[in-house]
């Protein structure tokens, strides 16, 4: 009796240690003009700043150019570098036609040092053309829920009509780093990138936040051009919880990373931030447990989606009254999720409307930087199949000159 009743005991002190350990963090500030936290589970918004804002995403376009490299099952065949390529604008990889590179390799020093001629390149070998290309990046953007994005090029130097959201952006590396290959590439401060001649050149990333020291830190990419300014795609893993921050035109975004992921880690219990072996399930994404002071700090500076946080209120009322009957759990869940597809469409749709001006995407005359380097160019290529109104989402086709 008196041993239950210190272990009794011994399990209320954890578990007063553990709530203590758990508290929230304050509300972080940005001077990013767009910004979001996501939890990469469930692609939960956990914080954010005018994050369905449509902005010019510079590089970080590149990581929906790896995705489609990785999915081509092109990957160890030679990269096909024209002179089209070769000439892109800076950054560059430095590809010199009659190079011989898979397009494995080619890929992660493109994603290391951002190199837009290698994007070209690899568009180029997936889809034998960069308006092909781009279709099927705004065919993946549709499929995985960002309806605010349309693509226009591989590398993401500023062109009319070529944009996302932080929210967006978070969503597409959210799916991104579910991918094991991506992961191992973007988390890479350097690398010996392999030439099929058996040279190699080092390249070295981009991406000062990967050696910050910050705990987990772990990807993914950073961007910049006159016209998008500082941008940046963090992501931090800890035990099996991964949290992604995007940042759109951000002059302080080293400094913000690891505040707003901090913030996003101080949501959860400590247990799961520990390190667990992980049984990887493809294409399948859980639903996080959800309590209400995440939804509370969540979505207060986001008023713009007071329908999404009812509609995350009632699947956090449904997860803790769960039965034991799973068939009709699973029906309750499914339902809620249509509920929450249409309301986000509605306030992303109507936040659209009414925030973005047509002032924001005209014409920029100035040349432009892309990533820590170099100008910008116009692009060159027939861009009218891709800026058809079948492709586009019908609220934005007034944003595409």
């Not at 990469?40 to 929906?64: F, Q, R």
């Not at 997936?126 to 309806?147: I, R, T, Y």
């Not at 035109?249 to 992921?261: E, G, H, I, K, S």
């Not at 005359?365 to 116009?378: G, H, I």
């Amino acid at each position: 009796m008196c041993l239950k009743k210190i272990a009794i005991i011994f399990s209320l002190c954890l578990l007063i240690c553990n709530i203590a350990l758990a508290k929230t963090l304050p509300n972080p500030d940005t001077s990013a003009v767009s910004a979001c936290l996501i939890d990469a589970d469930d692609n939960g918004v956990l914080y954010g700043k005018d994050e369905d804002k449509i902005m010019h995403p510079a590089s970080t376009t590149k990581i929906m150019t790896a995705i489609l490299a990785l999915e081509s099952g092109k990957l160890d065949e030679p990269l096909v570098i024209t002179p089209e390529a070769v000439n892109t604008e800076p950054s560059s990889l430095g590809l010199r036609l009659g190079d011989k590179i898979t397009l494995r390799e080619a890929l992660t020093g493109m994603m290391i040092v951002s190199g837009n001629d290698a994007a070209v390149a690899v568009a180029q070998t997936v889809a034998g053309s960069v308006p092909a290309f781009a279709k099927m990046m705004n065919d993946k953007a549709k499929e995985l829920g960002a309806v605010n994005t349309h693509f226009l090029n591989p590398h993401g130097l500023t062109a009319q009509g070529h944009y996302s959201t932080a929210h967006d952006m978070a969503i597409i590396a959210s799916y991104a780093m579910k991918k094991p290959e991506f992961r191992e590439i973007v988390s890479k401060k350097a690398y010996n990138m392999k030439y099929m001649d058996g040279h190699t050149e080092y390249v070295t990333t981009t991406n000062r936040f990967l050696k910050s020291g910050f705990e987990g830190a772990n990807g993914i990419k950073t961007g910049f051009t006159n016209a998008a300014g500082d941008c940046l795609v963090a992501s931090a893993t800890r035990g099996q919880k991964t949290l992604i921050a995007v940042f759109y035109n951000d002059d302080y975004r080293w400094d913000d990373a690891p505040v707003w992921l901090e913030f996003g880690f101080s949501f959860y219990d400590p247990s799961e931030l520990q390190d667990k072996t992980v049984v990887n399930k493809q294409n399948v994404i859980k639903l996080n447990k959800i309590t209400e002071q995440r939804i509370k700090h969540s979505r207060e500076t986001n008023k713009n989606l007071a329908a999404l946080d009812a509609a995350i209120v009632n699947k956090a009322k449904s997860l803790n009254n769960k039965t034991t009957d799973v068939a009709d759990t699973a029906q309750q869940t499914k339902a809620k999720d249509v509920d929450v597809a249409e309301n986000t469409k509605v306030e992303v749709s109507s936040d659209v409307d009414n925030n973005i001006s047509n002032d924001e995407y005209k014409e920029n005359n100035s040349s432009e930087e892309n990533v820590e380097v170099v100008s910008d160019v116009t692009t060159d290529m027939n861009t009218t199949e891709i800026t058809t109104s079948e492709e586009l989402n019908p609220s934005l086709e007034k944003y595409v000159y």
